[in-house]
């Protein structure tokens, strides 16, 4: 017996009590929010569960304590405190009280995330496959081919990369028309639109626009920034009507093009106007790019978080997620929404107070869901072509990227009764 008890003892040390969690903290203590992320999603993968407290510190995680977690979470410079039971507990009470605007959110299955993205090199960088590299969370590549021949059917989750649905090559023509770049992606795509049975590129986005809108209305979660927020909704409510002015498709526009537009086909944007000028950087009057010099170099610009109830509306809140409410704008092709061209049943989920801006929105289709966030790259503030990509070791703590990967997560959550 007495051989026994130093093993003993050395057991009751390394192996934590029953019921000890692991508190993942999302507040200004965290210091690395983007990998904290990760953490909870290479848990799903395991095949365990984590909650998220939504509102509690910042919308924290609640982990099993595990060794591999907290191995990872020393490696990745991740934040974490290990709670006995009845500190925990403590937690739970504390964000489960009726008058608190806080919930508990079970996290339950990783999502299965798709990027669609061209394969070939493009004069720009991507915000959210950045996140993804950088917060360590899986993901495949894919594009026009895969879209067509029924592959979105693997996925969960789905994220426009920089796009232009509308068959324009991203309005660059005044600015980048003689440039390698340009020409040898033009010749991509129409080569790519023949192989796949179009006629025009134009066309073929259109088909590619339709076949994600059924991946929604079929369960599926969509995500897009910048100008594949506009331009995607564009093509759904210019079906059937060309848009795209003759030097990009070899013929004219469809005359009396704009008064044929059909809104009802459109996810989050109404009554808007084309902008069919193939020499104007700029696809409509949706996107609000600010051009006074207030904005040049960004010093202003702020946008605000909308707070959302978290027993009564767990998604927006999910979606808002984090550790600042006041959080840093940035431009982009398509920087933010006219307001007044937004749907009425589009959750609105932050906007430029004082400014008819709408950033980031949030709506419903089908049995699936989609989410519009403006602008490029939220670590620098007028992202350019030829531009190098951010580096995010540098920006741990950035709330606009926080925004994107709570888009990753709330997929996962168990669905709840509705609240009556």
């Known amino acids: 017996m007495r051989r026994l ?40 993968e395991h095949g365990l569960t984590v909650d998220w407290l939504l509102n509690y510190r910042g919308g924290s995680f609640m982990l099993d304590y595990t060794d591999e977690s907290v191995r990872e979470m020393r ?15 403590a937690v739970y009470a504390q964000v489960n009280a009726e008058d608190a605007n ?25 915000a959210v496959t950045m996140a993804l590299t950088y917060a ?4 495949d590549k894919i ?12 996925y969960d989750w789905l994220h426009l990369h920089h796009e232009d649905f509308t068959g324009q090559y991203g309005k660059f023509y005044a600015s980048y028309r003689n440039a390698s770049w340009y020409q040898q992606q033009q010749l991509s795509a129409e080569a790519l639109a023949r192989k796949l049975g179009f006629r025009k590129v134009s066309e073929e986005k259109k088909a590619v626009a339709r076949t994600i809108k059924s991946f929604v209305m079929n369960g599926g979660f969509l995500f897009a920034m910048c100008s594949a927020t506009d331009s ?27 008064n044929r537009l059909d809104f009802t086909r459109s996810l989050a944007f109404q009554n808007f106007s084309l902008e069919m000028n193939p020499l104007v950087y700029e696809f409509s009057d949706i996107d609000v790019t600010p051009q006074d010099a207030v904005f040049a170099d960004g010093e202003n610009d702020y946008f605000s978080l909308f707070e959302f109830s978290a027993k009564w509306d767990p998604v927006p809140t999910m979606l808002t997620q984090n550790h600042v409410a006041t959080v840093h704008g940035f431009m982009g092709q398509t920087t933010a929404f006219k307001k007044s061209m937004v749907k ?25 869901t989609f989410t519009f966030y403006g602008g490029h790259d939220p670590e620098d503030y ?17 709330p606009g990227y926080r925004l994107i990967l709570n888009n990753i997560l709330f997929p996962a959550a168990k669905k709840k009764k509705q609240k009556t």
Not at 80 to 88: I, K, P
Not at 136 to 139: A, D, I, L, N, Q
Not at 391 to 397: F, K, R, S
Request: aromatic share 6%; glycine share 6%.
């Open 232 to 258: 995607y909704d564009i093509a759904l409510a210019s079906e059937g009507l060309d848009i795209a002015a003759e030097v990009f498709d070899g013929d004219p526009i469809d005359p009396g093009a704009q």
């Open 75 to 89: 490696i990745r410079n991740v934040t974490f405190e290990a709670l006995s039971g009845s500190q925990a507990a």
């Open 136 to 139: 360590e969370v899986p993901y």
């Open 5 to 44: 008890l130093p093993l003993l003892l050395l057991l009751l040390v390394a192996t934590p009590a029953w019921g000890q969690k692991l508190l993942v903290p999302m507040d200004l203590r965290q210091t690395n929010h983007l990998k904290a992320y990760g953490i909870a999603f290479m848990n799903l």
């Open 344 to 368: 009425p049943s589009v959750v609105i989920l932050a906007e430029n107070v004082g400014r008819d801006e709408v950033k980031y929105l949030h709506g419903n289709l089908g049995r699936g």
């Open 102 to 126: 806080m919930d508990v959110v079970k996290l339950e299955k990783a999502p299965k995330i798709a990027v669609y993205t061209p394969p070939d090199k493009r004069p720009w960088d991507d």
């Open 382 to 398: 007028q992202h350019l072509v030829n531009d190098p990509p951010t580096d995010l070791a540098l920006h741990p703590n950035s």
């Open 143 to 154: 594009y026009d081919e895969e879209v067509l021949t029924g592959k979105l059917r693997d």
